[in-house]
């Protein structure tokens, strides 16, 4: 087996089993059981790619430790200024809002936000895509190509989420569809920078640091819209 011969696969995988999962999940299991099913899949592959071909080969071999925490905190800061700015203007959080995080107690918000998001989702994932998928495709195609067609595939791996949080948004047929294509749009331009970012540190180790700082920031800003927009029409005057 070789690199080369792993694209097909790894990309079909990447194009469609978490969608699969998302819609073959009832919509109560989807928050905690379609991340756990795609990233249990996820790091059994990397982890047979690794045993292969390599770790280093994968791009997870050792990192700049300063590096990596420097990443982490500029994403933090940066973040946390976008999410505070759409929290406080009414018509972007409403954008912002997810439903599904205000639903979880406190408890179960805080192992989301602090375990599921950065292992099941920012570490299994960059270890996929930027990982084993990114070293498959430059065994195959020149750098940009290899970038964006990692990119693509990041964005399209999205769907499936896109559509749960369209559904349960309430989202109407039209809008739904365009959630889900700004979804795979908004994906596949991040997963283009995580992809320069591991070509430039040469691993995985700052995307991972990037993914989950933007996700565990947004998550917490998302909670905080959601549970915001809830208690505001609470206390809307109703008409007699």
Do not use: C
Not at 118 to 128: C, G, H, Q
Not at 135 to 156: C, D, E, K, R
Not at 159 to 165: E, M, R, W
């Amino acid at each position: 087996m070789t690199l080369v011969s792993t694209v097909a696969p790894l990309a079909a995988y990447a194009v469609g089993f978490q969608t699969i999962v998302y819609i073959a999940l009832p919509a109560r299991l989807r928050t905690t059981w379609a991340p756990m099913v795609t990233g249990t899949i996820g790091a059994v592959l990397t982890v047979l790619a690794g045993l292969i071909f390599g770790f280093d080969t994968i791009g997870l071999g050792a990192a700049d430790a300063s590096m990596v925490v420097a990443w982490a905190v500029a994403t933090f800061t940066l973040t946390s200024m976008v999410g505070w700015l759409m929290l406080i203007r009414p018509k972007l959080r409403g954008q912002l809002a997810d439903p599904r995080l205000a639903a979880l107690s406190h408890w179960q918000a805080v192992r989301q936000i602090a375990l599921r998001i950065p292992v099941m989702t920012a570490l299994i994932e960059e270890a996929f895509f930027r990982g084993v998928l990114h070293a498959a495709l430059m065994a195959l195609y020149p750098p940009s190509v290899a970038l964006w067609g990692g990119a693509a595939l990041f964005g399209l791996w999205h769907i499936g989420p896109g559509l749960d949080q369209a559904q349960r948004t309430g989202r109407t047929t039209f809008a739904g569809a365009a959630h889900v294509a700004l979804t795979v749009f908004a994906t596949t331009v991040a997963g283009a920078g995580l992809v320069w970012l591991r070509m430039e540190t040469g691993s995985i180790w700052a995307p991972v640091a990037v993914h989950a700082g933007i996700n565990m920031t947004m998550a917490v800003f998302a909670r905080l819209a959601a549970r915001t927009e809830v208690s505001e029409h609470s206390l809307q005057p109703v008409d007699l």
